[in-house]
């Protein structure tokens, strides 16, 4: 006998198609394994009748609850191991409510004769489950042996994660060994059952995480590490997938302590804080059957960009941008005040000409208030046609503000404060000699006139 004769594993493998937030309705698929191996001894007993009494127990236990499914898939149990049929897996009875006692009958009468298939059974499971959403799907997968098929279930998992399946296994057996788990530790956790009560008790915790969430709650920490911050989105994604699962608005609760979210522990998620900028927290596990935090530091204070009396600007915005980065991080509108992770920006503002102001501190729980001059008009009238361009004139330099055509009317362009030239050359003449220059200086508030003859 090999070494993965000895073994009686249970591959539990949820799939998770769509999860709502607090108790969605759950399907469970049991597959069996009803190959020639699993008469092999466990205990007094052998291994198809220890599975076939706890399975049929366990079914029976479920018949009351509420918002559950099940159904039964055999495999191994058609053809002889000498016919190794590597597509000998049936859906013995498919889901529907009340089907209790139509799966127990149906386990009573499977007679263990060929191979393993493990991948392949794992594959056609997937489509045994009815297309609803706000299901949470589960496969427990009851087997003695590795796949016999040259079946890859890792290549499986994956295929299958990046439809936004995921698996999630749990393994049982009896004389785990190193060698064996390497089989599966693409796709799972590992627990021993030395006898057929620790079999059944790992059964049941089973069950439980298949049919239960599991509390958690995200601390959002400020910058002296308490958990003080709220109002902002999260969203929870599985991590193999980047399928969205969880959308929610962090919330503290009346005694101002983050509040008790639910979440499908078999996943493993990547959570994002929708702060600006905002905060990626990766491959986060939660462990069912207990209260799990997941601390994330988010400090944040407030900028409030703020125009010095009345602005002539249809909607002055500004960039906010990570100076080590250089990234854009957030346009954020004058007269607005919003929140910002703790930090120091750059913030350049769409004036003409534009200002850039560096080093703004963010600071917790503060407001750091950036205040820009009224600005000043020019009114240039034409009666030809002009090319025209606005030049700053700053500490020595001359810099483009911006170009003009102005066809015989009127041009108001709204300036900061300061001195400027004004550089143009009416079209029709094409002599470049002919480019005439004006000083000129906006004032805060106030109109400068020019008339170009």
């Known amino acids: 006998m090999n070494v993965y004769q000895k073994i009686l594993p249970i591959l539990v493998l949820f799939m998770t198609l769509n999860v709502s937030a607090q108790t969605p309705k759950t399907r469970i698929l049991f597959v069996l ?29 479920l018949k009351y609850q509420d918002e559950l499914e099940l159904a039964l898939r055999v495999y191994g149990h058609q053809s002889l ?22 799966i127990k009958d149906k386990i009573k009468t499977i007679r263990p004769k060929g191979t393993t298939l493990i991948a392949y059974s794992l594959q056609e499971a997937a489509y045994d489950f009815p297309k609803n959403p706000n299901i949470r799907n589960v496969i427990i997968l009851i087997t003695d042996g590795i796949e016999e098929c040259d079946g890859d279930p890792c290549a499986v998992s994956t295929a299958l994660q990046k439809q936004g399946v995921v698996l999630r296994p749990f393994i049982i057996g009896l004389g785990l060994t ?17 006898t057929e009560n620790d079999f059944e008790d790992v059964l049941n915790v089973v069950i439980s995480q298949a049919i239960n969430n599991t509390s958690a709650q995200v601390n959002l920490l400020d910058s002296y590490g308490r958990p003080t911050e709220t109002d902002v989105n999260m969203t ?24 008790t979210l639910y979440i499908d522990p078999s996943y493993v998620y990547d959570i994002k804080i929708h702060t600006t900028p905002p905060i990626i927290k990766k491959n986060v596990s939660f462990t069912a059957g207990k209260h799990n935090t997941v601390a994330i530091d988010a400090p944040q204070g407030f900028l409030n960009l703020q125009i010095d009396g009345i602005t002539n600007y ?29 930090d120091d920006y750059t913030i350049e503002i769409l004036t003409l000409p534009r200002l850039t102001q560096e080093n703004i501190n963010v600071v917790q729980d503060k407001t750091t208030t950036l205040q820009v001059q ?7 009238v034409t009666r030809n046609k002009f090319v025209i361009s606005i030049f700053q004139k700053k500490k020595g330099k001359t810099l483009l503000v911006k170009n003009l055509n102005l066809k015989g009317n009127q041009d108001i362009t709204v300036l900061q ?30 109109m400068k006139h020019i008339n170009l003859k």
């Open 236 to 259: 929870f994604t599985d991590s193999k997938s980047g399928k969205t699962l969880y959308n929610y608005i962090h919330t503290l609760d009346y005694r101002g302590n983050p509040d």
């Open 81 to 102: 191991k000498t016919d190794r049929n590597c597509k000998d897996t049936r859906l013995e009875v498919p889901f529907s409510p009340n089907n209790h006692l139509i």
């Open 178 to 194: 190193a060698e064996f788990k390497t089989q599966f530790e693409c796709v799972g956790r590992y627990f021993e059952a030395e």
């Open 314 to 342: 249809k909607n002055l915005q500004a960039l906010v941008i990570n100076p080590e980065t250089n990234e854009i991080i957030n346009v954020q509108d004058f007269n607005d005040k919003q929140k910002y992770l703790v």
């Open 374 to 380: 009224q600005p000043g008009k020019l009114n240039i």
């Open 33 to 61: 394994d009803g190959s020639g191996s699993m008469y092999a001894k466990m205990g007094t007993d052998n291994r198809i009748t220890v599975a076939k009494r706890l399975l049929t127990r366990l079914v029976d236990s």
């Open 417 to 446: 404060p300061g001195k400027y030239q004004l550089i143009y050359r009416e079209s029709a003449v094409k002599e470049t000699i002919k480019t005439k220059t004006i000083d000129f200086t906006i004032k805060s508030g106030e």
